[in-house]
């Protein structure tokens, strides 16, 4: 049977507590008698896990159980984001579908705060805890191609460029993000937006089903046939209903080689190149994609950047980039036949791990005259080398779906415009966050809810109810019906019906 020790147990009840100060009181309630591990657990209360308990955990666990002072354990606790630095009592690093049962069913016992981490790249941090159960699928790798039937089969260690590869093998690709080291299972659940996404829909759109554990421990798979509910759930509503350990895809036919890469323009040109690329974006043909970021060279130089792919043939792709290519002389023109991988992870680089991140993003309907020009003076008078705002491109099949055929509901959305800096010494934390929330009170006004997987640190719960719009009562019933105690709550969280705290992190 599984035994759990609040804090204020046999520790506390040794001390008297008129001879001690309250403050040693409590650090020696803290104290973990014998060799119980602190931990902590959804609602934030402090609990002892017991060593028999972790070891009976441990036996049934193919991959490991990692615990502080363990090998391993501060290699697996690591994420992209350098800002987190937290310790969780115990990372579970799963071999397969059977260690993801066992850490749930551990996680639910003992009512454990848990994480879920796949690829790592959440920004807010959400897949490493403190103190809590960190289940790591990172050692999850497997990927299946049928290039028969276009269909992929991958477990959720996944990384994207490591998908790319496997498929174009076969010619064959699916949306996938624009950095080659983001996880393929944390971007799919939250949407997935991409290069190919204005032509097959988001990464999420191409899913065919999924295997997942919610929160009762149990094996499903959701797809149109199986459990609809979930289906429908999983595709947008992030990581809320369970620990997904299987992702089937539908491929298509890509490349392997397409027209793509930069367009550089003098910041001078700012306003302009915004203006025209606004209207150039909004006509695109579904096969072209136009990301465009305002950002500084590595030689200190200011510059607009407008990131191209034409997903069809080199011909059309380069009738449909004439206009922005001929507009105006560019620095630098650097689009051309190109691999699709390469495209893919061509920018790997100007996102390392380690480094500390800070974002704020939300949808647009479109890019108006007066966001321009707001973003642009921003930009023009930051003092930080690391400021960028960047305009995603959406539209295409995206919106060709109701905003309720899943749970991604921003169906209408013309862009994502993200605020983003990044920083390596800690003492510089408070002015690249404080730039880019001062920056974000005149964005805001413009934006139309915000994209699940770029949830900033400090979202608020009632942003995050907004966000989920018409779909919020669909998901809460889903919630409630997978997940009734919130054991999934590091996310965009939905919260089951009855439930409305916010968790400490
Ligand atoms: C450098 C960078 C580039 C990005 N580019 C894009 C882009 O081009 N397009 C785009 O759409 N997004 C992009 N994103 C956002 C990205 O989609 C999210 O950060 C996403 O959550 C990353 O997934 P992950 O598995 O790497 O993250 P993790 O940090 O491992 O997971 C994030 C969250 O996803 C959930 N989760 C992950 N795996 C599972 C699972 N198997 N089962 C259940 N829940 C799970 C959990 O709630 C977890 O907290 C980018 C992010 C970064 C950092």
Redesign the pocket.
């Known amino acids: 049977m599984i035994k759990r020790r609040a804090f204020c147990g046999s520790a506390l009840a040794a001390i008297t507590a008129a001879s001690l100060p309250v403050s040693r009181i409590l650090a020696a309630a803290a104290t973990p008698v014998s060799n119980d591990i602190p931990a902590v657990t959804g609602a934030g209360k402090q609990i002892l896990l017991t060593r028999p308990d972790l070891e009976a955990l441990r036996a049934t666990i193919r991959g490991a159980l990692l615990l502080s002072g363990d090998e391993g354990y501060d290699r697996a606790r690591r994420?992209?984001n350098g800002a987190f630095d937290r310790r969780p009592a115990l990372i579970a690093r799963c071999a397969g579908s059977a260690d993801v049962i066992q850490a749930v069913n551990f996680g639910r016992a003992h009512d454990l705060l848990v994480?879920?981490?796949?690829?790592?790249?959440?920004?807010s941090g959400?897949?490493v805890c403190e103190g809590g159960l960190m289940i790591d699928?990172s050692a999850m790798k497997s990927i299946r191609v049928d290039p028969l039937r276009q269909t992929a089969w991958l477990e959720?260690g996944v990384l994207l460029g490591e998908f790319d590869r496997e498929a174009q093998a076969f010619g064959l690709a699916t949306t996938a993000?624009?950095?080659s080291h983001?996880?393929a299972?944390?971007?799919t659940?939250?949407?997935?937006?991409?290069r190919l996404c204005r032509k097959y829909g988001l990464a999420s759109d191409n899913l065919r089903s999924v295997d997942i554990i919610p929160a009762g421990g149990q094996f499903l798979k959701a797809s149109i046939d199986d459990n609809p509910d979930l289906f429908w759930g999983v595709r947008g509503g992030?990581?809320n209903f369970?620990?997904?350990t299987s992702l089937e895809f539908q491929l298509h036919l890509v490349g392997p080689t397409l027209l793509g890469g930069a367009l550089l323009f003098h910041l001078a040109q700012a306003r302009e190149v915004l203006r025209f690329f606004a209207e150039f974006a909004a006509d695109a043909p579904d096969e072209l994609n136009t990301d465009l970021i305002l950002l500084t060279l590595p030689d200190g130089q200011r510059a607009v950047m407008i990131d191209a792919c034409f997903c069809g043939t080199i011909e059309a792709g380069e009738r449909a980039l004439r206009p922005l290519r001929e507009f105006r002389k560019p620095l630098l023109d650097a689009i051309a036949p190109t691999p699709y991988v390469r495209l893919q992870s061509d920018a790997d680089a100007d996102?390392p791990h380690g480094r500390s991140y800070y974002i704020k993003s939300g949808f647009l309907r479109g890019i108006e005259h007066a966001l321009i020009d707001e973003v642009v003076s921003r930009f023009e008078s930051s003092p930080l080398p690391a400021f960028k705002v960047v305009f995603v491109h959406h539209g295409g099949a995206i919106g060709r779906l109701r905003h309720d055929a899943t749970a991604f509901s921003h169906r209408d959305a013309r862009h994502t415009v993200i605020l983003e800096s990044a920083w390596d010494n800690r003492s510089d934390a408070e002015a690249n966050i404080e730039w880019v929330r001062n920056t974000w009170r005149v964005v805001e006004p413009f934006t139309n809810g915000f994209y699940v997987?770029?949830l900033a640190t400090d979202e608020s719960e009632r942003r995050v109810r907004t966000n989920y719009g018409a779909n919020y009562d669909r998901l809460v019933a889903l919630k409630t019906k997978y997940d009734p105690n919130n054991l999934f709550r590091?996310?965009a969280n939905v919260k089951p019906r009855g439930m409305h705290q916010p968790h400490a992190s």
Not at 115 to 123: M, N, Q
Not at 189 to 194: A, E, I, N, S, T
């Open positions: 994420v992209w994480a879920v981490r796949g690829g790592g790249h959440s920004f959400q897949s699928l959720p993000g624009t950095i983001t996880g299972a944390g971007l659940l939250g949407g997935g937006f991409g992030g990581g369970g620990v997904v996102f997987n770029e590091m996310n």
